[in-house]
């Protein structure tokens, strides 16, 4: 877990502002994912990307939007169309396929001000 | 659609005593079956997993059982310390053409010194 990190640690939001998280990796995995989590909620699902150049949405993508131009590098966006997006943002990676343990980076928390 | 629920939400055990944790999933699809253990403030980290064709697996103090038919997972965490006061979360994945992981919403276990 310690190949994959995550970057600022707490991130502050303004109404109306668009904030990228980063999200890099250094363990050659294919795949890369990106989490919400919050209190008292288990992970749901935002984006997730199988190779380069390629991602697919998942259950709670309205409001963000990611790229994947490099295998290591996996950066999430929380536009201002996102109502609520107080929460604990994890991404993870994994060698390839769902069925494939997941590393998890150690998360960015983001709040609104 | 695709749901796991996680039970109890917060458990409590003395030291030295056991604590299981039980999950059920809806889509029978699912194939793999990780547990991850969250300590407060710091990423998800795989502790074990089972795949659907096994119906246990044991790591030390920790095991995981698998009923298919009934469509239930569970963890068994003997000999319990301190140190095992965690957020525990189950996930159920499934490889069907396209991604899914579903985590349920976390066991908050309390060991007792």
């Known amino acids: 877990d310690g190949g994959i990190t995550q970057s600022p640690k707490y991130l502050f939001r303004k109404e109306g502002q668009n904030v990228t998280l980063s999200c890099e990796q250094n363990?050659?995995?294919?795949?890369m994912y990106w989490y919400r989590q919050d209190p008292g909620q288990g992970l749901r699902l935002i984006y997730y990307?199988?190779?380069?150049?390629?991602?697919q949405k998942g259950d709670i993508a309205e409001g963000y939007s990611v790229s994947r131009e490099k295998k290591e590098s996996f950066p999430l966006t929380v536009t201002s169309a996102q109502k609520n997006p107080t929460a604990f943002y994890l991404c993870?990676?994994?060698?390839?396929?769902?069925?494939?343990?997941?590393?998890f980076g150690p998360g960015t928390r983001l709040l609104v001000l | 659609g695709e749901n796991v629920e996680q039970h109890p939400s917060t458990l409590s055990v003395q030291e030295g005593d056991s604590a299981v944790i039980k999950c059920t999933y809806s889509?029978?699809?699912?194939?793999?079956f990780p547990w991850y253990k969250q300590e407060l403030g710091k990423r998800p980290q795989l502790i074990i997993d089972?795949?659907?064709?096994?119906g246990e697996k044991k790591d030390q103090r920790i095991a995981v059982t698998l009923n298919k038919t009934a469509k239930h997972f569970s963890l068994h965490i003997t000999e319990t310390q301190p140190e095992d006061s965690a957020v525990y979360f189950c996930?159920?994945?499934?490889?069907?053409?396209?991604?899914?992981?579903?985590f349920g919403a976390g066991t908050r276990l309390f060991v007792k010194a």
């Open positions: 993870a990676s994994s060698i390839g396929g769902v069925r494939e343990t997941q590393y």
């Open positions: 996930a159920a994945s499934m490889n069907t053409g396209g991604f899914k992981t579903i």
């Open positions: 889509d029978s699809a699912s194939n793999y």
């Open positions: 990307s199988q190779i380069v150049n390629d991602f």
């Open positions: 089972i795949r659907s064709n096994v």
């Open positions: 363990l050659n995995h294919d795949a």
